[in-house]
Nanobody, 116 residues
Framework: QVQLVESGGGLVQPGGSLRLSCAAS????????MGWYRQAPGKQRELVAT???????NYTNSVKGRFTISRDDAKNTVYLQMNSLKPEDTAVYYC??????????WGQGTQVTVSS
């Protein structure tokens, strides 16, 4: 059973930056897709960004040009670099991994708060 552990969240002022990390307890080499989702209070969880095993990335429109997702298979870690943060980016951010054979995995979430 692979476990995903997020870190890097916190409080940041508007315009600031944070880098989230998602460390897997096992190899992420077999994960077809890894990504980040977020859930703001009173809202549904939404997809933020994904990266495929081949390196292709996808972003929701609201974060394009500001966020960058990357994966380091050697370190079993996925990152989300978040720049030019806005108050509307405030949410709990969850790491997600999809293995076509064994299923879908979620981390426990990390809080990101953008406020002055």
């Amino acid at each position: 059973q692979v476990q995903l552990v997020e870190s890097g969240g916190g409080l940041v002022q508007p315009g600031g930056s944070l880098r989230l990390s998602c460390a897997a307890s096992g190899s992420i080499f077999g994960f077809y897709r890894m990504g980040w989702y977020r859930q703001a209070p009173g809202k549904q969880r939404e997809l933020v960004a994904t990266v495929l095993s081949g390196g292709s990335t996808n972003y929701t429109n609201s974060v394009k040009g500001r966020f960058t997702i990357s994966r380091d298979d050697a370190k079993n870690t996925v990152y989300l670099q978040m720049n030019s943060l806005k108050p509307e980016d405030t949410a709990v951010y969850y790491c997600n991994a999809v293995n076509l054979r064994t299923g879908i995995y979620w981390g426990q979430g990390t809080q990101v708060t953008v406020s002055s």
